[in-house]
């Protein structure tokens, strides 16, 4: 992500107890067939603990108390719908009472099919703990994106060295995670440690990447070369040059095909559309020497709204330029980052989750083939610091928990809505009403910037889930159902007109 220094930081290794401790964590992600437990801290002299629980819309749905049992109390609640939820627990003491809130999801079991578009962004190379694996998948994704940083592999020159990575690459094999491996930076060993800017730091780039995908063999499918080359990333005499990455993409393309042609190498990870470095790029000759083309749609403000932000608008023009440079012919376009900060509440974190899969549909709707969210988990504690509150789940607080973000919920509806469909067409609608079709009869709907309520012929009861899986059946009069379409995404399942009609 952009904000982060200019200048590279060597990141933490991850040590071989970081990888064994793992999936040890409090859980706050539930199967809608399991009844949600919480363990609270009650020391003495505790003797009760009320709470109550509220659904997304903020509505309590339960209450109640639970006598203490010495330190630790198990707070049982029955089995819930899907949805999120806040869990609000006061612990009554003899001088003061303690307040713990603690949001929690529910969601349906789920498998992704295999070939899913949408993954998440991860620091697990770096720092993030291996203990929140479990939740990621129980969200539903299986790809990830993450770093294999040059400096890290060839400490010495001409040597390559994965101890760092290897038990880290074998756990996401062992759970059939797929990596993107982000090819990124630069190396002390080279070109004064700046972004490679010579035949020899091109060389050296294209050697590390050559070694990488023999080590790893067939559980690399794709790799990205290099990451926000475009913005503050690079650094030295090559900073920012489309010419500069289209030689360090050449060599980076021919040494990896020269050991695994099997291989798909992503270039451009650029900081937002950035059409007019893409037509530097392909005016250098990049484009031959790139599988598939990478994108991450920010913008100056971070706070815009997808919508304004003119993402499928962007990513279509970049579609055609691919087009007017390659004979006519598409390349597959991927966003390998999008995401909005939470930090101060610049973004809200309902906004950030009905941005999330409002971003998502866009993206699909004008033909994107991969989308990863960044990122999967705050990179830090601190609710100021833009950087460290990207993320769908929360870092641990006082009582221990990895706490989901609208988000994290918003990401498991999308991605058991979509599992198994393919985008059709956006229907026509008016102006600020967004509709979308895929395979059988899924419509996903929202209206930005203003709520309008529309009514739709009907065949049948419709089945609607709200962004965060609450399920309702909306039986037709008189061949109409009528919703009040909001900027949160709804999910329709069901035969439905494709006219909407305005209601009084």
């Known amino acids: ?17 970081h990888v064994t401790k793992v999936f040890d964590m409090k859980g706050t992600v539930f199967f809608d067939t399991a009844f949600p437990i919480f363990t609270i801290p009650t020391p003495a002299p505790a003797s009760a603990l009320s709470y109550t629980v509220t659904d997304f819309a903020g509505t309590t749905i339960l209450h109640g108390q639970v006598a203490t049992e010495s330190e630790q109390t198990m707070l049982s609640l029955p089995r819930l719908p899907d949805d999120y939820y806040v869990l609000t627990v006061v612990e009554h003491t003899t001088a003061a009472s303690t307040t713990h809130i603690i949001p929690f999801t529910i969601v349906a079991p789920f498998s992704p099919p295999a070939g899913a578009p949408f993954g998440v962004s991860v620091h697990f190379s770096r720092y993030d703990p291996l203990d929140t694996l479990p939740t990621m998948l129980t969200m539903g994704t299986t790809l990830i994106r993450d770093d294999a940083t040059w400096a890290q592999i060839e400490t010495t020159q001409g040597t390559y060295t994965f101890g760092h990575l290897d038990p880290y690459m074998q756990v996401l094999q062992q759970h059939n995670v797929e990596p993107l491996l982000i090819l990124d930076y630069n190396n002390p060993l080279y070109d004064q440690g700046l972004t490679p800017y010579d035949e020899v730091g091109f060389t050296a780039f294209a050697n590390y990447a050559q070694a990488l995908v023999s080590h790893y ?16 990333f690079s650094s030295g005499p090559c900073a920012r ?144 610091l833009m950087e460290q509150n990207f993320g769908l789940l929360k870092r641990p607080g006082a009582l221990g928990y990895y706490t989901p973000k609208p988000a994290y919920t918003a990401f498991a509806v999308l991605v058991r809505a979509l599992a198994g469909r393919s985008f059709l067409r956006r229907e026509p609608a008016p102006p600020g009403v967004y509709h979308m079709r895929f395979s059988d ?16 012929a009907a065949t049948g009861a419709v089945t609607s889930v709200s962004m965060t899986g609450k399920k309702q059946t909306v039986h037709p009069v008189a061949g109409k159902i009528t919703l009040n379409l909001s900027r949160s995404p709804l999910y329709l399942q069901g035969n439905i007109s494709e006219t909407l009609e305005a209601c009084q």
């Open 1 to 17: 992500m952009v904000v982060m220094p200019v200048q590279y930081m060597q990141p933490a290794l991850l040590s071989s107890s």
């Open 217 to 232: 063999g067939p559980q690399l499918k794709a790799v990205e070369v290099y990451n926000e080359y475009n913005s503050t």
């Open 241 to 384: 040059k489309a010419s500069c990455y289209a030689q360090l993409l050449r060599s980076t393309y021919q040494a990896i095909k020269a050991v695994r042609p099997d291989v798909m190498v992503v270039a451009g990870a650029t900081f937002g559309i950035d059409l007019d470095w893409f037509k530097e790029l392909f005016a250098a000759g990049g484009l031959p020497v790139a599988d598939a083309l990478s994108v991450h749609p920010y913008s100056l403000f971070f706070i815009d709204p997808p919508e304004v932000r003119g993402i499928a608008t962007n990513l279509q023009a970049l579609q055609h330029l691919i087009q007017a440079n390659n004979h006519g012919q598409t390349k597959p376009l991927w966003i390998t980052e999008i995401g909005w900060t939470t930090a101060l509440n610049l973004t809200d974190e309902a906004d950030q989750a009905q941005y999330l899969v409002r971003s998502a549909m866009l993206s699909l709707s004008v033909g994107v083939e991969k989308f990863f969210w960044y990122d999967f988990l705050n990179d830090g504690t601190d609710s100021v």
């Open 441 to 456: 009869d899924l419509h996903v709907l929202w209206s930005m910037p203003l709520n309008q309520p529309r009514a739709f």
